[in-house]
């Protein structure tokens, strides 16, 4: 039998505040004490806070002035007092100290005060490339502008120049990777001069990552092993928060990137003509439009990377890893990718010229309409690779591996299928020589292919490939 519901008893806390309103009026009033207590200490904290900052900050900036008094005023100084004057401005957190000792920097020329005023900098520390990023695009544009003859000649502001590269250069090193907030956008800290004593920026096995460093100029640097990528403050790969450089539009000719960490890195129209990277990971990494003619890339992890219109004309890309990577319209003429692993990656309309492609892995690679004219693939291995519109025109394909490939509109004019010599006779059929290296064609349908002569018919058709001239 249903029996009704009962009414829902009240919460015990309810009940005791209707029965005990004496009580409750008091915890009330407590609590709004309580609040109102909490909040002028937090108040009080608060104004005290800002009351030391300025005291903090009156103090730093009373010092200041003290010792550029000191500094500027008394000739007598020696230089280890003006030394010592020097690095104590440095510990002074005060952003007239920094930039202070950043003019400074540029008029000095007593080396060991330049040295001394640079490790003052270092003390100073990240908070200082602010200030030195616009000292060094003042003193390049006025080097490149021509202006310098009207004021100081170039070898005085190529100096300074040094002098501003160099401070920079050992802060990068000396906060390895505390600096991945910094915007070092359009910084020249490539090679200044060509005597022993020029600028070389070498900032090897140094944590990189999260830097801007777009437009600007390295050249000539060398980051050898060093990380452009690190996991972000939850401390896991491939999430939202991962730090990574931004090298777009950065000028890195002839630099030494070998074994750097370079993954998912945004290199759009860098140039990195004739650098190194060998054995450089760069998987994955946006390289759209970027300049790598005659770059050394042998063993480089460039696996999914984005290439599309980059030129790598006369690169090495020997046991390169290019597994999906994207190089659409990129330029490889005379490239060098000996063994380079290209399989399932996108090549379409890519210009091989006189490229050296041997024992190269492209099966299932895109290659339509790519220029393959005049290159070397033998025992490469194009397993269902798609060659629709290709020019094989005086291709080398000696051994290789065409089994499953789609030579739809392909130009095999003057193509090598097998390097035998054959005589010169009227024999359609010429069975090849033994011990001749030759291509694999068992099964691949010729029938549409451009521009076949009479002998590569005959190996076709020998080596159980599919033409409409076969027996």
């Known amino acids: 039998m249903i029996t009704p519901e009962e009414p829902s008893q009240q919460p015990k806390l309810w009940q005791w505040t209707r029965q005990n309103p004496n009580y409750t009026l008091l915890g009330v009033a407590l609590l709004g004490m ?4 909490v909040t002028l200490v937090g108040t009080q904290i608060y104004i005290q ?33 003006r030394q010592k004057t020097i690095l104590a401005i440095g510990t002074i957190k005060d952003s007239q100290a920094t930039q202070y000792l950043v003019d400074l920097l540029s008029r000095e020329t007593d080396p060991i005060l330049v040295k001394t005023i640079q490790q003052a900098l270092v003390n100073v520390g990240p908070n200082a490339i602010p200030n030195l990023k616009r000292m060094n695009q003042f003193l390049t544009g006025e080097l490149e502008s021509g202006r310098s003859s009207k004021a100081l000649p170039p070898f005085v502001l190529q100096k300074q120049l040094q002098a501003n590269q160099y401070a920079i250069g050992k802060i990068l090193a000396v906060y ?5 907030s910094l915007d070092l956008s359009n910084v020249h800290l490539n090679q200044n001069g060509s005597e022993e004593s020029s600028f070389n920026l070498v900032l090897d096995k140094i944590d990189l990552w999260g830097i801007k460093f777009k437009s600007a100029n390295l050249s000539f640097g060398s980051f050898k092993g060093s990380r452009f ?18 090298l777009s539009q950065a000028r890195m000719t002839q630099a030494n990137l070998a074994e750097a960490n370079l993954s998912r890195v945004l290199m759009i ?7 190194t990277l060998n054995k450089a990971s760069l998987s ?17 992890d460039l696996q999914g990377a984005v290439l599309e219109n980059v030129s790598l004309t006369g690169a090495n890309l020997s046991n390169a890893q290019l597994k999906d990577a994207d ?16 399989s399932f990656a996108n090549l379409t309309k890519t210009d091989w010229q006189g490229a050296d492609l041997t024992g190269a892995y492209l099966d299932h690679t895109n290659l ?21 519109n290709a020019n094989l025109r005086n291709a080398d394909l000696s051994l290789a591996d065409l089994r499953g490939a789609n030579l739809t509109g392909a130009d095999f004019q003057g193509a090598i299928l097998t390097p035998g010599k054959q005589n010169q006779t009227e024999q359609f059929v010429q069975t090849p020589a033994i011990g001749v290296q030759s291509a694999v064609v068992e099964g691949v349908d010729f029938s549409q292919v451009n521009n076949l002569d009479a002998k590569q018919i005959a190996y076709i058709c020998t080596q159980g490939g599919l033409h409409p001239r076969c027996p």
Not at 34 to 37: G, K, P
Not at 233 to 246: L, N, P, Q, V
Not at 269 to 275: E, P, Q, V
Not at 288 to 297: E, F, P, V, W, Y
């Open 368 to 388: 339509s309409h790519a220029n393959l004219n005049a290159t070397r693939l033998a025992n490469a291995i194009l397993r269902s690779a798609n060659l629709e």
């Open 327 to 342: 190089l659409y319209a990129a330029r490889l003429g005379r490239v060098i990718a000996v063994g380079t692993q290209l």
């Open 49 to 81: 806070i800002l009351g030391n900052q300025r005291a903090t900050e009156q103090r730093n900036s009373q010092q200041f002035l003290a010792l550029t008094k000191q500094l500027n005023l008394n000739s007598t100084t020696t230089d280890k007092e």
């Open 269 to 275: 129209r860098t140039d990195l003509s004739r650098a």
């Open 284 to 300: 994955n990494a946006r390289l759209t439009g970027a300049n790598l003619s005659s770059a050394q890339l042998e063993g480089a």
């Open 34 to 37: 309580s609040a109102v207590l």
């Open 229 to 246: 990528r690190g996991v972000g403050e939850d401390g896991r790969w491939d999430t939202y928060d991962d730090w990574i450089a931004d």
């Open 176 to 180: 390895n990777g505390q600096t991945n």
